[in-house]
Structure formats: C-alpha cells, structure tokens
C-alpha cells in the first residue's frame, strides 16, 4: 500500500456518499439473529436469509475500480473507503460520515429485488459492496473508472455536516431514518460477561502395551490434520498474480507440506510478504492457556522458514472459534485470550485483527454437540528476501545430516494425534514454558536462513516428530536413518507435539552450523542423515524400532486425502494420481535454449506496443503484461469496453495477447461469452479479423485467451467450420486444475517458441476447461502431424514422455496437447500459463539452485523476447 493511502481522510459536508459492488437482495437479513442461537432452534427461513451469496467476478469488478483509483496516487478519487457487513447499510453508511452525517437517499441504493422494503434495503447484508466518500468533481471520473470496469455504482447521499443520519424515501417522501449519530456510534458502556470455570475431568493417556512404532504410524497418518492435503489443494488458483513465491507445495513431486506462504511485493524486486498459521483446539480440551501458546508457537515455528525482517515485526490475526455462552466456556476462552496476550508481549509481538465465531454449538435432536475452543493465529510480516525461503523437501539425499532444535525437554502426549486416533485427550498438554528460548532459536534460525546453510526445515507439529521426518522424506522421495538414545521411550517421544524444529544441512555445511548454534546455546540432537535409498530406518540404541519403505509409509498418509479425493472428482484420474505417486521420479527438466540475459531490455519511445486485453472476469493481466514489459514491449491495458465505443484501437498495436481467467463466469463454458461479445458485433469482428490478416502481427492467448482464440477461428488454422473447429473443454478430472506440470516444447513455426525446441520445462496450470477436443480423428491428425507441427507445447511424464495421464496431463488432452499455433507461427494459443512461470521465484520447483539463481529469468522469459525479436525485424 501506499503510504498516502494508509489512513482514510475525513467526510466534510458536500462530499458524496457512494456504493459500488452488487444490487441489494435479501441476504443476510437474519444474520445476527441466526448466529446468536443455537443452529438446532433456527427457523428455516432465518436460517435461509443469513445466507451469504458469493459473486467472485463482482469482487473481480470491485477490485479492479480500487486499484485503479489507487494508482492514480495523489490524484486517488477516493477519500475514505468502508466495506459492507454487518448490519448492511445501516451501518456501512453511518460510519463512513462519521460525525458529520448525510443525508441517504435509500431509492438511490441499487435494488435485485423491487420488492425489497426500505428496512430490508437499510439492513441487507449483501455481500461484494463497498461504501465510499468522493469529492463532487471527482464524481464524472469516478463513474467513468465503474462504467469501463462494468461495475455498478450508485450515488447515495450527501454529507450534511448536521451530525446526523438522514434516510429519504421518494416513493413517499418518508423519513424512516432520522437519527443524532453521537447517540447511535457514540462510546457504549462496558459490558460484563459472567462464566463460571468447572473442574475438567482429564483421563492419563493409556496406551496399548503391545504398540509399536509401525502400528501407530498406520493409524496417526490417515487424521485428517496429520495427513495429506492434496484435496484441497489443486482445486485452487495458487499462481495468480504471478506474485506468489511459496504456496501449498513443495519438492519435485509438489506435495503440500510448504511450511509458510510468500508473495513478492513486485515482479521486479525480492522483498516480499509472508503468512503462516497456528492452531491446537484438542490441546485445548486439556488446557486453554497451553493451547493458546501452542498455536502461537506454531505460526511461528512455520513462519521462521521465511526470510523476515525480523521476528517483532509479526502482526497476527487472531481467530476465535467458541461456544463462549455455555457454562465453563466463557472463562475458558478468557483464559486462552489473556495466555495469547501475555507470551505475545514477551516475544514482542501483537494481534491486530481477527474474527469471533462464538456460537459454536448446536442441537441435534436432544443433544447439545459443541465444537471444542479453536483459536487460530494467523501472522503476517514483511519479507527480506522472498528467494530464501526454506521448505520441508530433503534436497540432498546421501549427503546431507538431520538435526533436531526442541524448545522443551519434556515429551508429553496430551491433545495428540496420537492419543485421538485411540480416543483419547489425555491430562497433560504440550505447551511453551521458555518464551526466550523459542525466540532466540527462532533468531538464530533466521541466521542460518540467510546465510543458505539450511536445505530443508520443518517444524515439529501434528503427529510429531515422526511425522516431521517422514513429510521431509517424503517430498524429498528418499529415506532416513535415524539414530536416538536407547534411554528415550520411543511413543512419547517420537508422537508428541511439543515445538520443535528439524532441519536438513548439507554435509558441507554441518560443522558451520553446529557451530553457529553452540555459539548461540542452542541445544541440538543429531537425529541421522537423508538416503538415497527410500528406506526409512529408525533405531533407539541398537534396537531397530521402525524399518519401512518410505512409498508404503506415503501411501498410508495420502489414503484419507484420496478417499476425500474420489467424491469430488472423476474416479479414474483419482486413482492414476494416487497409485502412480508410489513409482514418481519426480520433475526433470532439460534447456534446451540460449541463455536468458541477466538484464532484460528496458522499454522505449520506439518499443512496440503490444495490447494486453481483458474481459469481465479476467485475471491475469498484470502478470501478462509484466512479462512483455520486461521483454522490452510498452505494454496497454484493453478492456474490450475499450474496443467496443472505440477509445481503443487494434490498428495502434503489432501484438495482443488475450488473458486468462473466467470471462462472463464462464457460464456458457469457457469463453464462449467472450467470444460471442465478439462474434455477434460485426464492427468488433472486423476490428479483430483487420488485425489477425495484417502482416508482421502477433497473438498470444493463455488459458481463457487460448480458450477465445479457438472459438474464433485463429488457430490451428483459418476457415474450419464449427463442427470441426478444435476447442478446449471441461477437464477430464471433472474440476478446476491448478498444477505444476511439465510440458516438452515441439519443432514448430510458432515464433514464440523460436530456440525452446527440445526442451522440456515445468509451467504452471490453472484452468478447469482445458482438455483439447477435436470431433473427428482426422483433424487431430493434422495438428499432430510433424509435417504441419500446429501443437507445439504437450504434457510429459517424469520421464519426458507425452503423456495422457492424471495429473501429468491435468486435463486429458489427446495426445498431451497443451497449445496450439497458426501454420505460419505469428498466433499461439496455449493452456498453461507461461507468463506466471517467466521468473526463477515462481517456479515451486527449481532443483537446488541458489538464492541469487531464482531471481533470474526462467526459460519462458525466452517467449516474450522472441516477440520482441520479431517484431524488431519485421517492422
């Protein structure tokens, strides 16, 4: 942000008051009164009318006006700014004139619904809405900004500087509204809440006598927080923006076990954000205040893999889940809150945010079910380097030494996964009793990061220590030898949850870093070291307490997460996915190109212009037009608003490159609404067909894009009827697909491609229509065909193979087709997203190169310069 926008300026009176987003319905009229009772008592119609409906392309719209209003700087439209929630209008309105008033015209408010009543209009909690204050001359160019955007806006009021809130009905010049706004928002009186604490009544833990380490795992790793997450993982966007450094998966087989997220503040520089949460409820069935610590030290024992600017500058949201109204669990929340708050100044932190839900209970029938006391912590804080962040994936296996950093030496299995999956709690919790020493380790940690002297890192949670070494194996597809005292009892120890860190260093690096922490009095256990071989083999003394196959130990962990996986996907891409993990290789790559130059050239007077076009929907143009920046192009934003009333015209621009996202929702399938907005104008059509017949033009189109260029016509070629026309269809998965994969660039004419024939590179994919379909054999034939060469880009395997097969081919492609091009190379269409994958840093998958190394140009960076070769010696 800005630091000019970091506060909102104060209403005076003739300011307007406006609303920008979606129309009123009736939503969210029975919100407060449905959260405040227990689920089980609600009538249906309330219930029903605390619905809250998402629109994600009107926050698309919404987004896009702010942010262009934002980056007019100084010249920023917007004075203040209040989103709507609770309480709708009543509320969004009367804050944000806070305290000089206005008055409301409530007709002015745009209405779904004519028969909405004024009350429901004022008290509606609609969602995808903001209200804010503009100047009266800035009033034309504001609208202006929401009418190229395609986002409604109404002007509601103005500012009367009375102090008070009036609501004007024209149908009937009422006045349902008249109020002092001192009276309304003015100080309320502190309120007490009174709970009574209750003695718990705690269990000792008691295990089977013939336990061991193989038949515990065999039930700890299917929990659903102990094991896999993979199915919620790729049925999101997790590379949009092009800004996102470390999502959810890591290592050469994208496996979610990333400890932290990292995003780049820019495209162009390594300073960035991070976030990473922590949370224990069944901790806190035992203690509140040790589940409190707990999840405090878990954010920061996966946030300290980021390279930050420094521990203090931590900012945490703090989320509270509570049915705080029944005996006992109000205190205990108390408790929790006042634990948080106190080892938060110690470590010189703070919450500055959050959300309550404090209603979590219900009645089924006669019986009262409450969820337990969740307190999530979510921190957040300014990143040094976003090329330095650690993951869990083991990267040198054979070569590399395992250590493990305990902030307690107690081993306690209370709240564990352990003593869940034998249905138990347990009476003693894991919790933090030495806050400095977690904050000198976290330092420390931070140290060696900086330094490159740690491989892998994964804190210590969920499962235990066991889980920690197996997920590092895991991702890293090899196995361990791990070596403890003969004294340790190997359940406690290996199964508890106390914090902890385990890290992965290089046998080069191993001296510097014992050193670097002996210095520091930071006490270690040399654990083992990684193995080529996928055996992991854990001993206490000379006692061989555990020895299994790494793969048969990974499929016991990606069990429950495939179960979940087969009821919301097609079965038979589930099932590839989950049996062919066991024989994975992992990605490989080959370049098979000249390398990028460090410095990319910089834009001119003289660059071409290239055009980077949009739709309602869209989103992924600013990481498009970043990487035509970089190759030198002056790169436009185009709505197709701009094209339609002609501010805009093609006939100024030798490249367009047509964006991803969900054009129109996607309603029709994909892009079909985008290509009828063309198709059906014939002005548009010829504007369109004018630029596609110039000579020495170029297209590009990416997922969406790609989806639009082949409704229209322009590849694989020009003058295949409809019938035969190849397009892109729902994937084979039957869901969204977002994946890493790797694809093999093919000899062809597209010029984009120039010099990347033969290579075999990872790019990422985010589409949920992006099978190739061809309604007859023969035309397939011909795009195949090695004479013509119109599918330049296909998806392989981990042996370079094309391949048809989940999740290697995300979409089931015929023949792993994952682009095609016009036989004289000037308009590619392809499905993945090379402009997201132009930087070393978005790639969640290099190898093991260096920090320094993944600032650099990736391989596609190639594709952007070939245009800007082309157009150089063709104009």
């Not at 948080?340 to 919450?351: E, P, T």
């Not at 370049?591 to 660059?607: A, D, G, T």
């Not at 880009?793 to 015929?814: A, C, L, W």
Request: with cysteine; aromatic share 6%.
């Amino acid at each position: 942000m800005d630091h000019s926008h970091a506060k909102k300026k104060a209403p005076h009176k003739g300011m307007l008051v406006v609303k920008i987003g979606g129309p009123a319905y009736r939503i969210g009229i029975g919100g407060g009164a449905a959260s405040s009772q227990l689920q089980g008592e609600n009538k249906e119609s309330l219930d029903f009318n605390a619905v809250q409906r998402g629109d994600a392309e009107m926050e698309n719209k919404l987004n896009r006006v702010i942010k262009t209003c934002v980056e007019m700087r100084d010249k920023n439209p917007i004075i203040s700014i209040h989103d709507q929630g609770a309480g709708g209008n009543g509320n969004v309105l009367k804050e944000i004139v806070e305290p000089e008033g206005a008055k409301i015209e409530i007709r002015n408010v745009l209405v779904g619904d004519n028969s909405l009543s004024v009350l429901e209009i004022w008290g509606g909690e609609y969602q995808e809405n903001d209200a804010l204050l503009i100047e009266a001359h800035s009033r034309d160019l504001f609208e202006s900004v929401c009418k190229r955007e395609h986002l409604p806006v109404s002007f509601v009021g103005v500012v009367t500087g009375d102090g008070k809130v009036v609501v004007h009905d024209t149908w009937d010049d009422s006045t349902p509204v008249d109020l002092e706004l001192e009276q309304v928002l003015g100080s309320m009186p502190a309120k007490t809440f009174v709970s009574n604490r209750m003695k718990k009544d705690l269990r000792d833990l008691v295990l089977p006598t013939d336990l061991d380490i193989s038949s515990a795992l065999n039930r700890v790793l299917r929990v659903l927080s102990v094991g896999s997450k993979l199915f919620l993982t790729n049925k999101v966007d997790r590379s949009v923006t092009g800004l996102v450094s470390q999502q959810q998966c890591v290592g050469s087989l994208q496996l979610p076990l990333s400890n932290c997220a990292v995003i780049a503040q820019s495209h162009f520089e390594r300073t960035g954000a991070a976030t990473a949460i922590g949370e224990q409820p069944i901790k806190g069935l035992i203690s509140p205040q040790a589940m409190a610590r707990m999840s405090v030290g878990e954010m920061l024992t996966n946030m300290v893999w980021a390279h930050i600017t420094a521990l203090e500058d931590i900012k945490c949201s703090a989320n509270w889940m509570w049915a705080a109204k029944l005996p006992n669990e109000g205190a205990e929340m108390y408790d929790a809150a006042t634990a948080m708050r106190d080892m938060m100044i110690d470590l010189g932190i703070a919450v500055d945010g959050g959300k309550d839900s404090l209603s979590m209970a219900t009645k089924v029938n006669e019986e009262l079910v409450k969820a337990p006391g969740t307190l999530v912590v979510s921190g957040y804080v300014t990143v040094t380097d976003i090329c330095k962040t650690v993951t869990p994936d083991i990267k040198y296996s054979g070569n590399s030494q395992i250590i493990l950093i305990e902030m307690s030496d107690q081993h306690r299995l209370g709240g564990s996964a352990l003593a869940q999956v034998f249905n138990q709690v347990g009476s003693i919790s894991p919790d933090v009793e030495n806050v400095g020493l977690l904050k000198k380790a976290f330092n420390v940690i931070q140290h060696l990061i900086s330094k490159e002297l740690i491989s892998a890192g994964h804190d210590r949670s969920d499962g235990g220590l066991i889980t920690t070494l197996l997920e590092m194996a895991f991702a890293g597809n090899c196995g361990m030898e791990i070596s403890v005292a003969s004294s340790v009892d190997p359940m406690s120890y290996f199964f508890a949850e106390e914090l902890g860190f385990v890290l992965e260093v290089t046998d080069e690096n191993a001296n510097q870093v014992f050193s670097i922490l002996a210095d520091n009095h930071i006490t270690y256990t040399h654990l083992g070291r990684s193995t080529i071989t996928t055996t992991v083999n854990i001993k206490a003394g000379d006692k061989t307490i555990l020895i299994e196959d790494m793969c048969t130990l990974r499929d016991i962990w990606n069990e429950t997460s495939s179960k979940l996986e087969l009821l919301q996907a097609n079965p038979e891409c589930v099932c590839q996915e989950t049996e062919g993990l066991r024989s994975r290789t992992g990605i490989s790559f080959k370049y098979n190109y000249e390398s990028i130059p460090i410095h990319l050239p910089l834009y001119n007077e003289s660059s071409p212009n290239v055009a980077i076009i949009r739709e309602e929907g869209s989103n992924g143009d600013r990481e498009m037009a970043v990487a035509f920046h970089a190759a030198g192009f002056r790169v436009w934003d185009v709505t197709m608003s701009d094209l339609l009333e002609k501010r805009i015209s093609l006939r100024d621009f030798v490249g367009i490159a047509f964006v991803g996202g969900f054009s129109y929702a996607d309603v029709m399938d994909s892009g079909k609404g985008w290509a009828g907005s063309i198709r059906f104008n014939r002005d548009i059509l010829n504007h369109f067909e004018e630029f596609y017949n110039r000579k020495n033009t170029f297209s590009l189109g990416v997922c969406n894009g790609c989806q639009l260029m082949a409704l229209l016509g322009w590849v694989p070629w020009r003058g295949i009827t409809d019938k035969d026309q190849p397009r892109f269809i729902h994937n084979k998965s039957g869901r969204f697909e977002s994946r890493f994969s790797t694809v093999k660039i093919m000899p062809s004419p597209a010029i984009m491609l120039k010099g990347l024939e033969g290579s075999v590179l990872a790019i990422w994919v985010a589409h949920g229509e992006g099978r190739a379909y061809f309604n007859n054999t023969k035309m397939l034939d011909m795009v195949t065909d090695e004479r013509k060469n119109l599918s330049p880009v296909r998806y392989v395997d981990d042996d370079r193979n094309i391949t048809e097969q989940y999740p290697f081919n995300p979409n089931g492609s015929p023949r792993g087709i994952a682009a095609l091009c016009s036989p004289d190379g000037k308009h590619l269409a392809i499905m993945p997203h090379p402009e997201r994958s132009i930087y070393n840093w978005q790639w969640p998958y290099t190898g093991h190169i260096k920090a320094d190394e993944k600032a650099l140009p990736s391989p596609w960076m190639k594709m952007f310069l070939n245009a800007r070769e082309y157009c150089t010696s063709n104009h």
